[in-house]
């Protein structure tokens, strides 16, 4: 599976991006695709994911001002990110997870892209 990013860049605080991220191979019908961010000296956080059944999940920090959306017919999944804030920079990630049922166990597979770079200014 391979996943490719697009939509990072510069923005003022206050200002608007959109994300988006295509994936390709293996892919299960069942499965959850997201975002994820990785601040300069931090940990990867979650932003928000959505699985193919249409669940969503966001962290409380940017619940109200970001949204995510899928296509599942391609695979893809969206990030609109408004009233961007500063503390909203660093890199951001796509990540689809699935799980590969065999006879003895579920195995969980993780795919991430490369990142894309979002950067806020004050």
């Known amino acids: 599976v391979q996943l490719m990013e697009s939509g990072g860049g510069l923005v003022q605080a206050g200002g608007s991006l959109r994300l988006s991220c295509a994936a390709s191979?293996?892919?299960?019908?069942?499965?959850?695709m997201g975002w994820y961010r990785q601040a300069p000296g931090k940990q990867r956080e979650l932003v928000a994911d959505?699985?193919?059944?249409?669940?969503?999940n966001y962290a409380d920090s940017v619940k109200g001002r970001f949204t995510i959306s899928r296509e599942n017919a391609k695979n893809s999944v969206h990030l609109q990110m408004t009233n961007l804030k500063p503390e909203d920079t660093g890199v951001y990630y796509c990540?689809?997870?699935?799980?590969?049922?065999?006879?003895?166990?579920?195995?969980?597979?993780?795919?991430w892209g490369q990142g894309t770079q979002v950067t806020v200014s004050s």
């Open positions: 959505m699985t193919s059944r249409g669940s969503t």
């Open positions: 191979g293996s892919i299960f019908s069942d499965n959850t």
């Open positions: 990540r689809l997870g699935q799980t590969l049922a065999t006879i003895e166990r579920q195995v969980p597979l993780d795919f």
